[in-house]
């Protein structure tokens, strides 16, 4: 059962981080204006980090120690960016952070969806351990 809402979490992530590269790609290409695009983004940059930590503390309290040791170092990120205040996107700054915030979602979403392969491998094991 915890799989499969790690698969949800999961899932939900990638989502709110496609979200917010679809964001700044129609920033990118002049479809919407600098305002627009980093209030949008900075609107699910809170559920994100929350749903990430909520998602570590899921394999903690479950002991799937390897997803939660796989998943605590973007959890950390999060919380470090959190703590100095570097979380959300600056309008008057968003053309200097264009290219390295689209760089470091491309990377979260890749990591992520690292993390949901696992989790659909886990999720597909558990199914099969259940009916032998």
């Not at 695009?37 to 930590?53: A, T, Y």
């Not at 903690?60 to 796989?70: D, E, R, S, V």
């Not at 053309?95 to 696992?118: E, S």
Request: contains cysteine; glycine residues 4%; hydrophobic residues 50%.
């Amino acid at each position: 059962m915890s799989w499969l809402l790690s698969f949800f979490f999961h899932a939900s992530l990638v989502g709110l981080i496609g979200y917010q590269l679809m964001c700044l790609a129609d920033l990118e290409f002049d479809y919407m204006n600098p305002y627009d695009s980093s209030s949008q983004i900075n609107k699910v940059i809170l559920p994100e980090f929350i749903i990430q930590g909520v998602l570590c503390f899921i394999h903690l309290a479950t002991g799937h120690w390897f997803m939660f040791l796989f998943s605590l170092p973007y959890l950390y990120y999060n919380v470090r960016l959190y703590k100095r205040g570097k979380h959300l996107l600056d309008v008057t700054e968003i053309f200097n952070q264009l290219n390295w915030a689209k760089q470091l979602r491309i990377f979260k979403l890749v990591y992520v969806i690292l993390l949901l392969v696992i989790s659909i491998f886990w999720t597909i094991w558990s199914i099969g351990e259940a009916y032998d």
